[in-house]
């Protein structure tokens, strides 16, 4: 496959939800692809600042989510949809088209849309959308639409119940920086046993595919087989 650069964008509802892909992330900032990580909401509606003003909160958690972004060596952008307010709408939609547009992404990855929180369903539900109506001139503009030869695959977090072809990326040579990002959020909220909640992940997902360290993905395409059209995964 031809090794020119590419495009990932990273888009989940609240700051913490990236724990998930930061290696994936650090792997393309690695081979000098771009990589955007996004979040829908600033995670202002978080329980554990109870007591705190919305701005304060707000605050506090994109700062957390730009240090991420340090980490990884990425774009960070905050999206504003409004924590608790992430929801399939055509007007979310045509917001996101926009975004899609501006960054024009070889991939995508997010959420499950099977999974339980609203926010996480609503943000894949979203991006889906998005994906088709970025390619249309009226709603991007004044941005020039965006229509790659090929619809851009989905990567979502991983669910047993998902019918859509698994990918594992091995993240063993990034495996560091997904500590470090784990341990940033794991300090601040007291996550007990962060470090060995990680290891465990990881090396059971590398378990299944023969290397150290993996994630792992359901990835909605249209094209097959996977492994030639999606970006994310194109060394093997």
């Known amino acids: 496959m031809s090794n020119e650069g590419k495009t990932i964008l990273a888009c989940v509802a609240h700051p913490d939800d990236e724990i998930g892909c930061v290696g994936t992330l650090v792997n393309h900032v690695s081979k000098g692809d771009k990589v955007v990580l996004a979040w829908t909401t600033s995670g202002e509606m978080a329980s ?14 994109e700062k957390q989510g730009k240090d991420v972004g340090k980490i990884i060596g990425c774009e960070t952008l905050f999206l504003g949809y409004g924590d608790t307010s992430v929801r399939a709408t055509r007007e979310n939609a045509l917001k996101m088209a926009k975004v899609i547009a501006e960054v024009k992404p070889d991939a995508v990855i997010t959420w499950s849309m099977n999974t339980r929180h609203p926010d996480h369903r ?6 889906y959308d998005a994906i088709t109506y970025a390619r249309i001139p009226k709603i991007t503009e004044p941005l020039d639409p965006y229509r790659p030869p090929l619809h851009i695959p989905m990567f979502m977090y991983f669910e047993e119940i998902s019918p859509l072809p698994t990918v594992y990326i091995d993240v063993t040579s990034s495996f560091e920086k997904v500590r470090e990002v784990a341990k940033l959020y794991g300090d ?35 094209f097959l087989p996977i492994e030639k059209y999606l970006p994310i995964n194109r060394d093997i």
């Open 48 to 61: 554990h600042f109870n007591g705190m003003s919305f701005s304060e909160v707000k605050e506090i958690r």
């Open 122 to 127: 609503g943000t894949a539900q979203i991006l």
């Open 188 to 222: 601040f909220y007291n996550w007990q046993q962060v470090d060995d909640w990680i290891d465990i992940n990881r090396r059971s997902n590398g378990m299944k595919c023969g290397v150290k360290y993996a994630e792992k993905y359901n990835a909605l395409t249209r």
